[in-house]
């Protein structure tokens, strides 16, 4: 299971200006982590890497801040993607350049994370930033290609479906229609959520009914929220069916909590190129949805780093890693003998996605220094 990393905080208001009448950038982005990081240079200084994120307004790190003397502006209070109430200051950038885009008179909160900031040292780029034109999130080719003229970053628009999109709550985040099983809900779309699916257990009673569904539940450590994580129980579900436009996905795998935000994340977009036009409202997905789902076989646990080492953040019941005992918060010493060390001040998250066989890991659990073995395992099958 991939790390999780989740940064919807809705766009709070944040404006920023267009100073080129026209622009076309088309430029390359790392995803390594899952987030679409992008570089950009702010008040003539940088470059800086940013998260390119639909779901959050603009935040600029602390860091960033202070090596650029901006000053503070006024304060805020923002509620995070785990319903947690952050308060923060506000501040503005003279100018923004990505590309040949060039912003003026950006307004940013402040993101003070070491998680976050990471990732990307500049911080956030979102809706505020993005609502000036059109961009394409190319999942293929691991570009971002953007105008202000929607038709010169696609290379042909026949056979291209447009599906509208609103925005809520006075800010520039997209919001569409999802058709499961005949019912319409609304999701967000959230470059800067590296899930499949995710949504609230409201949603899921109604699209399920008394039928139940193929998941599996965990515990463990929330996502990334602007105030950090916090400890959870959430489950992971089959969605049979799902479509956008005429377009059908089968087999998607939802997050579901009770207070989550239904949205749409990067690794809903994987093969595919997301078009989002911001001036028209609309958007548009091109490539094909993943036609061979597979049941997710893995270890049951996800690990984490932080400046102290490497720690389990998620295990799943039923799997081996619960049935030996394994909890959130538990240290790991080594992976399959080879030791792991404090990352500070960025934390490093082990890819269990690249180990094949047995994993072998040695835990420190409440003093005490223990050895366990887990074999990839299916935790969730086919609906």
């Not at 500049?122 to 034109?133: C, E, F, Q, S, Y």
């Not at 699916?197 to 602007?226: C, K, P, Q, W």
């Not at 076989?297 to 389990?312: M, W």
Request: glycine share 8%; net charge negative; charged share 15%.
């Amino acid at each position: 299971m991939l790390t999780m990393i989740s940064l919807s905080f809705g766009s709070c208001g944040l404006n920023s200006q267009l100073q080129t009448t026209e622009f076309l950038i088309d430029v390359p982005f790392d995803d390594t982590s899952n987030a679409v990081i992008v570089e950009a240079s702010v008040n003539g200084q940088g470059p800086y890497q940013f998260i390119l994120d639909s779901g959050a307004p603009t935040l600029f790190t602390q860091s960033l801040i202070e090596e650029l003397g901006l000053a503070n502006e006024g304060a805020a209070s923002i509620n995070d993607v785990n319903r947690l109430q952050q308060s923060t200051s506000l501040v503005r950038a003279d100018s923004l350049v990505i590309g040949n885009l060039v912003l003026n008179d950006v307004d940013a909160a402040s993101l003070n994370n070491q998680e976050l900031a990471c990732l990307a040292n500049g911080g956030i780029l979102g809706a505020n930033v993005l609502k000036h034109g059109a961009w394409e999130f190319d999942f293929i080719h691991k570009r971002i290609r953007g105008s202000n003229i929607v038709s010169r970053i696609i290379d042909s628009q026949q056979n291209l479906e447009w599906l509208p999109f609103t925005t809520k709550f006075g800010k520039n985040s997209p919001w569409i229609n999802v058709v499961i099983n005949e019912k319409s809900f609304s999701f967000l779309v959230d470059t800067g959520s590296t899930r499949e699916l995710a949504m609230n257990s409201a949603t899921e009673r109604e699209i399920f009914g008394a039928l139940d569904s193929t998941s599996v539940h965990g515990e463990g450590y929330s996502s990334i929220g602007l105030a950090g994580r916090t400890l959870e129980a959430s489950k992971r579900v089959r969605i049979p069916s799902l479509q956008l436009g005429s377009t059908s996905y089968s087999q998607a795998t939802a997050q579901v909590k009770t207070e989550n935000t239904n949205r749409l994340g990067t690794l809903f977009f994987q093969g595919q190129r997301l078009i989002i036009d911001w001036d028209k409202k609309q958007l548009a997905i091109k490539g094909l949805a993943k036609s061979t789902p597979e049941p997710l076989n893995e270890y049951g646990l996800t690990l984490l780093g932080d400046a102290e080492g490497v720690f389990v953040s998620y295990v799943w019941a039923g799997s081996e890693a619960s049935e030996l005992g394994l909890k959130p918060g538990d240290r790991v010493l080594e992976i399959n003998g080879n030791p792991v060390s404090a990352a500070s001040p960025c934390y490093a998250a082990p890819q269990l996605n690249e180990i094949a066989g047995t994993l072998i890991l040695t835990l420190l659990t409440n003093g005490l220094e223990h050895q366990v073995s887990l074999d990839r395992q299916i935790v969730l099958g086919l609906d």
